[in-house]
């Protein structure tokens, strides 16, 4: 048997030493001079640390109608610009209406939107056109509302402070969600629920509120209303008359921020605009000085402050009795970005940290009992050799705590079947080995060159056996969700430890208890 390599001795130790830093987080808190790296604990999962559950299904037609309601803009844009006039342009639904007001302009237009509004199917004559939207491109809306979704959810769930939330598609247009460790339930349903669709529209001036309140609404307005606010005895909605033209949206918000109304001393959200809303908001009050314009979130008129001077700076601010969580929830989902689509709540469970508890305690009990007697199994049937796979399976252990706990992975209950499970593979390639070194002795052959032959005629079996545990356990990783992730995630740790126990630190202490054994036979 040769001398073992000192590379390998020191990488050895070095493992075990960032082993042993990054696992004793889970045990306790470490100093401040500890390494950021291998200071963290790993996270638990929502079934065993408890926290919410939610299935949220996402209102995709809305986001066909919606982007419907966008192209409207587009064809008024290339109609102008063509010097096409046209005396109806609206949607309905997924359908575009367009109506030319000189019937000598209906060949020109009928190309131009064609051409400009590829994903539509036309239809009509004598000047008038219906525009209905194709189902492939409908389709591709849908996927990517429920994706866009996905991402600003994420966004608003990480703003909580919370580790590790599960938030991934589920079918065609739900989403799950779930938030390990958090509690609040109704916050959390409110937060992620917000579409946060932000608006801001001019005020019609010159138009008759009351006529229009009456059903005789102007062409190109719209009513909406303010929150409502006490009366007397009652609670009152006041309407407002406004441009169905959207000047600025939530598209064009860089940040968000709580601050204080100066006026009012309480509680307001400042807006700070990208480059492209700022400059839109410069051109927006410089043209309206003197008029109002409508703060809209939601669907409801936050405010409706008169343009007393061009407003340069790409700020702006959202006013309306807020308390400071309301001003720090919009803020939050301001910042996020709006929803595509409405979002509706179908499914909840709430998971409590005394049943996380539990399973916490079950599985730990798992894994301790599972060890125990996989330890006295090796002592016993293998003696010596047991006692060094024993050495080699605390190592192990050690190992997979740290390395979940440094790649911010999260433990649920199937991880931990996963552990128990990485325990009966790791001695695993142990019992592959002492058998070869037994058949080597049998032939006949002296210690050191059975423990030689054992190893290198073991270790092709051992890394076929792996690698194909590990192929589908990365399978599993990439087409899983949720629990058959975390199962995945500590299964390929588990492997690629044992791998690393089994062939190099259990040679390692071999070598050094044959230096010093005077025997000539082998306690195996």
């Known amino acids: 048997m040769q001398a073992y390599p000192r590379w390998k001795l020191w990488l050895i130790l070095t493992v075990l030493v960032v082993s042993a830093m990054g696992a004793l987080p889970n045990l306790t808190t470490p100093p401040s001079w500890w390494p950021s790296a291998t200071s963290k604990p790993m996270n638990l999962g929502l079934d065993l640390k408890g926290g919410i ?3 949220i299904d996402v209102n995709v037609e809305k986001a066909v109608e919606h982007s419907v309601e966008e192209d409207v803009d587009t064809i008024r844009r290339l109609l102008r610009e063509n010097k ?5 342009l609206d949607a309905d639904g997924n359908t575009l209406i367009v109506q030319i007001k000189n019937i000598s302009d209906t060949a020109a237009a009928e190309s131009l939107i064609k051409e400009g509004m590829q994903g539509y199917t036309m239809e009509g004559e004598a000047g008038r056109f219906s525009l209905t939207i194709s189902e492939t491109e409908s389709k591709e809306i849908k996927k990517f509302a429920v994706d866009q979704s996905i991402e600003v959810i994420r966004n608003r769930v990480d703003a909580l402070g919370t580790t590790e939330p599960v938030i991934v598609k589920q079918g065609e247009r739900r989403i ?4 390990p460790g958090y509690e609040d339930s109704a916050r ?9 669709q932000l608006e801001f529209k001019l005020v019609d001036e010159k138009g008759d509120l009351e006529k229009a309140l009456s059903g005789k609404i102007p062409q190109g307005d719209i009513i909406v209303y303010g929150k409502a606010e006490g009366r007397g005895d009652e609670m009152v909605r006041q309407p407002y008359l406004l441009k169905k033209r959207t000047e600025l949206s939530g598209a064009e918000v860089a940040d968000a921020r709580v601050s204080i109304d100066s006026r009012y001393n309480e509680y307001a959200v400042t807006l700070k605009f990208n480059n492209k809303g700022a400059r839109k908001f410069d051109k927006l009050t410089n043209a309206h000085v003197g008029e109002r314009f409508a703060i809209i979130l939601e669907g409801v008129v936050q405010s409706a402050p008169v343009i007393r001077e061009r407003i340069s700076g790409g700020s702006a601010q959202i006013t309306g009795s807020f308390t400071s969580q309301d001003a720090r929830d919009l803020a939050i989902v301001l910042r996020a970005g709006a929803l595509p689509a409405p979002v509706k709540v179908v499914e909840e469970r709430s998971i409590g940290p005394s049943l996380g508890k539990d399973s916490v305690e079950q599985g730990m009990n798992s894994i301790i009992y599972g060890c125990i007697a996989v330890l006295i199994f090796m002592a016993v049937y293998y003696r010596l050799f047991g006692l060094v796979a024993n050495v080699a399976l605390i190592f192990n252990m050690l190992l997979i705590i740290a390395a979940m ?12 079947a996963g552990i128990v499970l990485t325990i009966g593979m ?9 058998e070869r070194i037994r058949e080597e002795i049998r032939l006949g052959k002296t210690r050191l060159a059975a423990i030689d032959g054992g190893y290198s005629k073991a270790l092709s079996t051992i890394v076929d056996a792996n690698i194909t545990t590990l192929i589908a356990a990365i399978v599993l990783f990439q087409f899983g969700s949720g629990p058959v992730k975390g199962f995945a995630v500590t299964l390929s740790v588990g492997i690629m430890a044992s791998m690393f126990t089994a062939i190099m630190v259990t040679r390692a202490i071999v070598a050094f208890s044959i230096k010093k054994k005077s025997s000539k036979e082998l306690s195996i």
């Open 426 to 434: 790791a001695v695993d390639a142990n019992v592959l080995i002492f």
């Open 188 to 196: 959390a349903k409110s937060l992620i629920g917000r579409t946060a």
């Open 405 to 416: 706990s440094m790649i911010g992975s999260t433990l649920t209950l199937p991880g931990i």
């Open 176 to 179: 799950l969600v779930q938030i």
């Open 84 to 88: 096409i006039r046209y005396s109806k």
């Open 53 to 55: 559950h939610l299935v």
